[in-house]
Each structure stands twice: as structure tokens, then as C-alpha cells.
Nanobody, 125 residues
Framework: QVAESGGGTVQAGGSLTVSCASS????????TAWFRQAPGKEREFVAG????????YYEDSVEGRFTISRDVAKYTVALQMTSLKPEDTAIYYC????????????????????WGQGTQVTVSS
């Protein structure tokens, strides 16, 4: 079980951090990703982090603006978003993969078996 928090409304160019938390200590060993879905669009990959935190992955349009990180002590994975644009407006979902694989496609939603309810991020122009 994972749950998102931290969404809200921000002006273009601003920053916002969304967080994914779990009450399960095992979450610290799950590869985790953030996806987003804008109205009328398919859910898309935003960023992913390996269970160790040693590898991170980003969708091209957020590379250099967004940072995904893991806090093992707090059982959380955060997505720090800077230089936000109106096109970043979407519901942001946290996804976790409870089973281990040395390699998998972080961008595929079907690779994850636990999803949060989502948190709305709105960027006004």
C-alpha cells in the first residue's frame, strides 16, 4: 500500500514536491516510480528509482527539472519538481514493484503491482 501527498496549485516556474509513503518497511526495497495522467491523455511515466536508490530514470521532458529520491528511514519516495510548466498539470501517481528483477522497463505501468490514489498537481500560467 502506497499513498501520495503534497499536490497542489503552483504558478508556472514554481516548485512543488510530492511524496509517496508506505507503512510497510518492505517498501524500502521496492523499485518505485511516478506516473502522471492529464485529462484526456494516457498515463505516462515521469521518473523511477531503483530499490537501492542507486539508479534513477526520467522522462525526457522532465529531465533536469524533476528529481526523484528515496528516504529509507521515512519509508518515502519524493519527487521534487522545479521550473514547473502548465503542461506538467496532471494527477501524479506513485507506483511500487514488490518483486525483484535485475532489469525491467520502469516506464511500463504493468511492471508495478501497487498504486496510490494519486495527487493533483496544477500549474497555472
Amino acid at each position: 500500500q502506497v499513498a501520495e501527498s503534497g499536490g497542489g496549485t503552483v504558478q508556472a516556474g514554481g516548485s512543488l514536491t510530492v511524496s509517496c509513503a508506505s507503512s510497510e518497511r518492505a517498501f524500502t526495497r521496492y523499485s518505485t516510480a511516478w506516473f502522471r495522467q492529464a485529462p484526456g491523455k494516457e498515463r505516462e511515466f515521469v521518473a523511477g528509482i531503483s530499490w537501492s536508490g542507486g539508479r534513477t530514470y526520467y522522462e525526457d521532458s522532465v529531465e533536469g527539472r524533476f528529481t526523484i529520491s528515496r528516504d529509507v528511514a521515512k519509508y518515502t519516495v519524493a519527487l521534487q519538481m522545479t521550473s514547473l510548466k502548465p503542461e506538467d498539470t496532471a494527477i501524479y501517481y506513485c507506483a511500487a514493484r514488490s518483486y525483484y528483477s535485475s532489469e525491467f522497463d520502469y516506464t511500463r505501468p504493468l511492471e508495478y503491482d501497487s498504486w496510490g490514489q494519486g495527487t493533483q498537481v496544477t500549474v497555472s500560467s
